[in-house]
């Protein structure tokens, strides 16, 4: 038997407050913008590629959508 005969959907756990800060961050976000506790929540979400984060100043962030 093979793996993905075992496994139907691969999907990344997220908390609930990260699925509705994904929400919110469909449009290219300044990370500036958002407060200390968003801020936090988006770096790990870039550690998860959830996010993508693009430039190195004053960068901007926006929902990874490539498995959609």
């Known amino acids: 038997m093979k793996i993905n005969e ?3 959907d691969f999907e990344i756990w ?12 469909k449009e290219p976000t300044k990370i500036a913008a958002l407060d200390e506790h968003d801020q936090f929540r988006v770096q790990a979400m870039i550690r998860k590629n959830l996010l993508i984060k693009v430039g190195t100043e004053n960068p901007t962030v926006i929902a990874n959508e490539k498995d959609k």
């Open 14 to 25: 997220t908390t609930n407050e990260e699925r509705d800060l994904l929400k919110r961050l």
């Open 6 to 8: 075992l496994i139907s």
